[in-house]
Structure formats: C-alpha cells, structure tokens
C-alpha cells in the first residue's frame, strides 16, 4: 500500500502563489506516475497536472498551463504543486494521486489518493 499526505493548502489572494506538497509513503517503489486532481464545489474531479516517476513525460491542463509547475523529489518521495498567478476559478480541494501504471488524465484509472488539501483564492 501507498500512502500520499498533501499539506500547503491555504486562502491566497488573486495573483498569489501557493506551493502543495505530497508525501508519498509504504510501497511507493513501484510507482511509475504521480498527479494532482482538483475538485471544486459542484464539479467532477479533473485532472490539473501530472509527472512520470522518472520526470520524463508530464501534463497540464490547458487551465493551468504557464501559471502551475509539478515537480517531485524522488529522494524525499514528495510531489510538489507550484501554483503562481492564482485565479478565483482555481479553488479547490486538490488531491494528489499515484498509479503503478503508465500516466493517464483518467481519475478512475489512478490507484492511491490522498485525502486532499483546501486552496481558496480570493477576488
């Protein structure tokens, strides 16, 4: 079993920049792909970005494309959400997500989910 913790949700002003953070722990070696999802009031889960485990292959959502930087440290086991130039459209709980296999944008396809981490923009 894989255990992922997010932190560094928070309430940003428009314009601000949060950082998210996920640590992965247990049987994490065989992960081969790791994602954050977001899911505001309302909404389906969606796919914001994500990142093979060896960094070579990564996706954005035209959304947050220029503006939200994933990255990981594989020593740490920690996946990482850089969020600049925040919109009020970009509130919700995120979820860091990872997978055994290959990377995919489809929610139902991911196989450990943490339990998410609140980001609130402000108009």
């Known amino acids: 079993q894989v255990q992922l913790v997010e932190s560094g949700g928070g309430l940003v002003q428009a314009g601000g920049s949060l950082r998210l953070s996920c640590a992965a722990s247990g049987s994490s070696f065989f992960i081969n792909a790791m994602a954050w999802f977001r899911q505001a009031p309302g909404k389906e889960r969606e796919p914001v970005a994500a990142?093979?485990?060896?960094?070579?292959?990564?996706y954005y959502a035209d959304s947050v494309k220029g503006r939200f930087t994933i990255s990981k440290d594989n020593a740490k086991k920690t996946l990482y959400l850089q969020m600049n130039s925040l919109k009020p459209e970009d509130t919700a709980v995120y979820y860091c997500?990872?997978?055994?296999?290959?990377?995919?944008?489809?929610?139902?396809?991911?196989?450990?989910w943490g339990k998410g981490t609140l980001v609130t923009v402000s108009s």
């Open positions: 990142i093979t485990w060896t960094g070579d292959n990564t």
């Open positions: 997500a990872a997978r055994r296999g290959s990377l995919t944008i489809l929610a139902a396809s991911w196989d450990y």
